[in-house]
């Protein structure tokens, strides 16, 4: 089982950068890959990123990619989400989430443990 705790969001202007970290317990964290999914109000949850257990592969939404890049450190169980050129729409609750498919995946349901989420609000 794996617990998840996202940190890092907060209120930042337009064109700002911010980084999102997210802190996993359990043993077994380097077998499970890793996304970054997001909501907004009123929407529904979103892809943004995800990094399979090594690291090796990434890929992410379309939205975001060129501005935003997902890592890992398995030593120190911790993935991140670093975000440039933010924009007032990437405002968003985010979330991390761990799963066990074996490649990339950008669907949530493939996602087994998921954190409580951190606000990021982006002003324009």
């Known amino acids: 089982q794996v617990q998840l705790v996202e940190s890092g969001g907060g209120l930042v202007q337009a064109g700002g950068s911010l980084r999102l970290s997210c802190a996993a317990s359990?043993?077994?964290?380097?077998?499970?890959?890793m996304g970054w999914f997001r909501q907004a109000p009123g929407l529904e949850r979103e892809f943004v990123a995800t990094?399979?257990?090594?690291?090796?592969?990434?890929y992410y939404a379309d939205s975001v990619k060129g501005r935003f890049t997902v890592s890992r450190d398995n030593a120190k169980k911790m993935v991140y989400l670093q975000m440039n050129s933010l924009k007032p729409e990437d405002t968003a609750v985010y979330y991390c989430?761990?799963?066990?498919?074996?490649?990339?995946?950008?669907?949530?349901?493939?996602?087994?443990?998921w954190g409580q989420g951190t606000h990021v609000t982006v002003s324009s």
């Open positions: 989430a761990a799963t066990k498919y074996p490649g990339v995946s950008p669907y949530y349901t493939e996602y087994n443990y």
């Open positions: 359990g043993r077994t964290f380097s077998t499970y890959g």
């Open positions: 990094i399979t257990p090594s690291g090796s592969s990434t």
